[in-house]
């Protein structure tokens, strides 16, 4: 008896605990379901998602810069205009990714007149181009176009990530030039600081000179999976976040614009990268003062102009361990670095950002530019 | 909704994997910083750029056979497209510029600057020194 009792309370505890599980497995193949719609929805409405939203217009173009000035937005403006400086490997709408996203809207709202050197895709013809020309000739022509369509003689340039390092060269080159204020933000100085490209540029294995000579322009891909290899991961970790906050749009679009930012990395001419490799990677030339543009030497020591360096804490496509020279080279006796938490894409474009840096930025800029 | 709704065991592999990823991440990175790593990208980069060059010699020679455009004759007419849209972008910027030397001119100005932004003016200050 007792056992037929035990038998039967036995089964009715299994079956409780199948509807129990069926009810779960129900459950999460529901909510699977209904994500996986969302996130189709999402996708097909944002394949064509709007970025760069800010109104502009083109002032100056030549091989694969494209100048662009920002329509100002305020009735009153600062008497200095900013010309950014963006990374050729990068597209320049990070800077202006959405409404209430933008550190190019932010500048322009705070009263400042923005130019952006931007970049599109070099073609075939362009691939003799290198450092000497991106460094100089194009932020020399970029300022002069900026100095006529604004009227004045002074520039305040900001530059991003390689557009820093750019920047950094054409003021140390031109130290008495007509740039008056200088901004930096995560930008390499010492290829030691970042150990990968370093050990892979020191490896006689690892041959640019063929590469170079062979594609003439070095594809996106392979920039992206260079950048990839820094956080091989992330990627995933990113689609996986996307997944835990599927119900959240804001969170969904935002997300999208990074990853269409993310995937289209721009090519670049080979020269620019065998200089790169070379002087920059392999041999540290900057931080040894024996960095050649044509035939002037780069000596970061040159620059007087007032000056701040912005790094990310957690950056791992330009360290600190990178970019923290540069502010002890620079000869200025203005000079300011600041490091805030996040990556490098975060300092430009993170939701925190907008509070955190950039009003720490509008202070600085702002007394510097009238 | 009921605390068995909140257990979905995918969302939290998919946020353990988020919190680990940098640790997963780094111990990739240390790998490919390895010699060996550099070594055999090196050999697999210049055994690849050979094969595309062959590859793409022996393809171009059969597609020719077969009068059909290449990868380098589509490449080709990208950079016609590509010169025509720097030309227009260029003559795009040549034309504004006329048009304000136009305006400053002050030739049929009331006529022309209904149409032209005024530009703000230089003169802020600095909210401190406002």
């Known amino acids: ?370 | 909704m009921s605390s068995n709704e909140k257990i979905e065991p995918m969302q939290m592999w998919r946020e353990w994997f988020v919190k680990s990823e940098k640790a997963w991440s780094q111990a990739l990175t240390d790998m490919m910083g390895d010699e060996r790593f550099s070594q055999g990208m090196g050999k697999y980069m210049q055994e690849a750029l050979h094969s595309h060059r062959m590859f793409s010699e022996a393809m171009s020679q059969y597609l020719a056979n077969l009068n059909l455009p290449s990868r380098s004759d589509v490449l080709d007419l990208g950079d016609r497209l590509g010169q025509i849209e720097d030309t227009l972008a260029a003559l795009q910027v040549e034309l504004r510029d006329q048009r304000k030397l136009f305006v400053n001119a002050k030739f049929d100005a009331d006529a022309v600057s209904a149409n032209t932004d005024p530009r703000p003016a230089r003169t802020k200050q600095p909210p401190s020194k406002a």
């Open chain 1, 1 to 370: 008896m007792a056992a037929k009792m035990a038998k039967k309370t036995s089964s009715e505890t299994d079956e409780i605990l199948a509807k129990s599980v069926d009810s779960r497995i129900k459950k999460i193949v529901e909510r699977a379901l209904a994500r996986n719609i969302l996130g189709l929805t999402l996708q097909e409405a944002n394949l064509d998602i709007e970025v760069g939203p800010t109104p502009k217009e083109l002032v100056y173009t030549r091989d694969s810069l494209r100048l662009y000035h920002y329509r100002p937005m305020v009735d009153e403006i600062y008497r200095i205009p900013l010309m950014i400086v963006m990374s050729p490997v990068a597209r320049g709408y990070i800077l202006d990714l959405a409404k209430g996203q933008s550190l190019i809207e932010y500048l322009l709202l705070q009263g400042y007149d923005v130019y952006l050197m931007d970049w599109v895709p070099p073609r075939r013809e362009h691939s003799h181009l290198g450092m000497r020309d991106f460094a100089l000739d194009l932020i020399d022509e970029s300022i002069a176009s900026v100095q006529g369509n604004s009227g004045e003689t002074d520039v305040t340039v900001i530059g991003y990530c390689m557009g820093g390092l750019l920047a950094a060269m054409n003021a140390a080159v031109h130290h008495d030039g007509p740039i008056k204020n200088l901004v930096c933000f995560a930008t390499p100085v010492n290829s030691n600081g970042m150990a990968l490209y370093k050990k892979w540029a020191d490896s006689e294995s690892f041959d640019i000179d063929l590469i170079v000579d062979e594609l003439g322009i070095i594809p996106g891909d392979m920039i992206g999976a260079s950048i990839q290899a820094l956080r091989p991961l992330q990627k995933q970790a990113n689609q996986m976040q996307l997944l835990n906050n599927a119900q959240n749009d804001t969170f969904v679009k935002a997300s999208m614009r990074f990853d269409r930012w993310a995937a289209e990395q721009l090519p670049i001419p080979g020269e620019l990268a065998r200089g790169m490799f070379r002087d920059f990677l392999r041999d540290n030339k900057l931080v040894k003062n024996e960095y050649m543009l044509g035939d002037q030497r780069v000596v970061l020591g040159n620059i007087q102009i007032p000056f701040l360096h912005v790094a990310a804490e957690y950056d791992h496509i330009v360290p600190t361990a990178a970019s923290s020279d540069l502010v002890k080279m620079v000869g200025s006796e203005d000079k300011q670095e600041i490091v805030v938490r996040g990556g490098h894409v975060s300092l430009v474009a993170g939701g925190n950002a907008v509070y955190r840096l950039w009003p720490q930025l509008d202070q600085w800029l702002g007394l510097r530019s009238v």
